[in-house]
């Protein structure tokens, strides 16, 4: 579950249309924090410096 999250994360980051807060509201997780600190084990980056990454 957390997993197809943070997969649909990853895309809507790819897409640029949506803030790191926005994204994390649309899929529900309860805080932004959560959302990064899950996103960062996951990816190994934060949700912001992923975004930072794909922007070069």
Do not use: C, V, W
């Amino acid at each position: 579950m957390s997993n197809l999250k943070l997969n649909q994360a990853k895309l809507l980051i790819q897409e640029h249309k949506y803030t790191i807060s926005e994204i994390s509201d649309m899929l529900g997780f309860t805080s932004i924090h959560y959302f990064s600190r899950k996103f960062k084990l996951q990816y190994g980056l934060s949700p912001t410096d992923y975004a930072k990454s794909i922007n070069q």
